[in-house]
């Protein structure tokens, strides 16, 4: 990941998630024991890849990968 953001490739994550709300990738927690002490948060908060997208319809794709194109060419060009 970090040697294809070097060379300006663009790596996306795309999950697709449940419509629901209480199925949603975004309500999963973590909990873990820092020091002994009991921390929940969101799972997505530590989720291993810089730029991901969570779709929840499908059709929308084209749409929401275009977009994060167009994005990270604004990015890109704007960084030299």
């Excluded at 209480?22 to 002490?37: A, C, F, H």
């Excluded at 989720?47 to 929401?64: C, D, G």
């Amino acid at each position: 990941v970090r040697r294809a953001a070097e060379e300006n490739i663009l790596l996306c994550f795309v999950i697709v998630d449940a419509a629901a709300n209480k199925d949603s990738i975004l309500e999963l927690k973590s909990v873990s024991y820092p020091g002994g002490k009991l921390t929940i948060s969101s799972w997505i908060d530590a989720f291993p890849f810089p730029y991901y997208i969570v779709l929840r319809e499908l059709r929308a794709l084209p749409h929401v990968l275009s977009d994060a194109l167009r994005q990270w060419i604004e990015l890109v060009s704007g960084m030299s």
